[in-house]
């Protein structure tokens, strides 16, 4: 089902337009001279910004840039991140296939999946963001010790996630089924960063940290699927040396 166009989304997405790089093709190779020396995080599929807005309030010496491919959803990311006078987040209007036509080699040097996709059709497969290509994709962009972090809830794509990567010669580590099985309820209330944002129609999920020591942030599909009992993956892995 194709989704509506939200009312006003394009003056929308021109009040918060200095959040948005037009023509990431242009920054291709030259990101650090416009973001300073920061190393640079990247999310793709950040939804509605959450978990960016969020890692970037809390890690204001990391640059994060965040990807979504549907105008929609993504606005709500940018208008989070704006509304907060967040600096050091920037965000592309884009697909994930394009990545090499965005990042040089080794300018990334961390990558988030949270909640993609799964596209679970077999004949689909290749639509899914750890299968071959697109690893092949992050790591001709990660630098070298980067870091892939990766959350979902759905155990067969995690599965599908685990052998492709190692299939592809990228060290996993640190894998958990169980995420916010590992720490007491009380240590991860007392990891909690500062500040929460808000944004409209996002479900709250009542009794959900919103922030994890290991996986970082809670995003939106976090919180919405941890907060009914349905246990969240979680992995990381560095690619192959090149
Ligand atoms: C299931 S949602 C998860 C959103 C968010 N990361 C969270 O955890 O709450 C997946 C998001 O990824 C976006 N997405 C899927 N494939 C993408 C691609 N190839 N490039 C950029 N964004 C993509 C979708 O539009 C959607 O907003």
Request: hydrophobic fraction near 35%.
């Amino acid at each position: 089902m194709r989704m509506r166009r939200k009312k006003n989304l394009n003056d929308r997405l021109k009040r918060v337009s200095s959040l948005i790089v037009e023509n990431p093709t242009e920054k291709k190779g030259s990101w650090a001279e416009h973001l300073g020396s920061k190393p640079i995080h990247l999310e793709i599929g950040c939804g509605k910004g959450k978990f960016i807005c969020d890692m970037a309030e809390a890690n204001p010496d990391i640059f994060y840039i965040a990807m979504e491919k549907v105008a929609n959803v993504l606005v709500a990311a940018v208008e989070m991140a704006f509304e907060n006078n967040l600096s050091n987040v920037l965000f592309i209007r884009g697909d994930a296939a394009l990545l090499s036509e965005y990042f040089a080699q080794g300018e990334v040097s961390r990558l988030y999946l949270n909640f993609s996709d799964p596209w679970p059709a077999n004949r689909h497969r290749n639509r899914r963001l750890t299968s071959k290509g697109f690893l092949k994709m992050y790591s001709d962009i990660l630098s070298q010790d980067a870091m892939l972090c990766l959350k979902t809830d759905n155990r067969p794509f995690f599965d599908f996630s685990v052998a492709e990567l190692k299939s592809c010669s990228w060290e996993v580590k640190n894998i958990t089924f169980n995420l916010h099985g590992l720490l007491s309820p009380d240590e991860q209330v007392n990891s909690q960063p500062q500040s929460e944002h808000s944004i409209e129609g996002a479900d709250n999920g009542a009794c959900t940290p919103r922030y994890n020591p290991i996986g970082g942030a809670v995003t939106e599909y976090e919180e919405k699927f941890s907060s009914k009992g349905v246990p969240i993956c979680r992995l990381e892995a560095h690619p192959p040396s090149n």
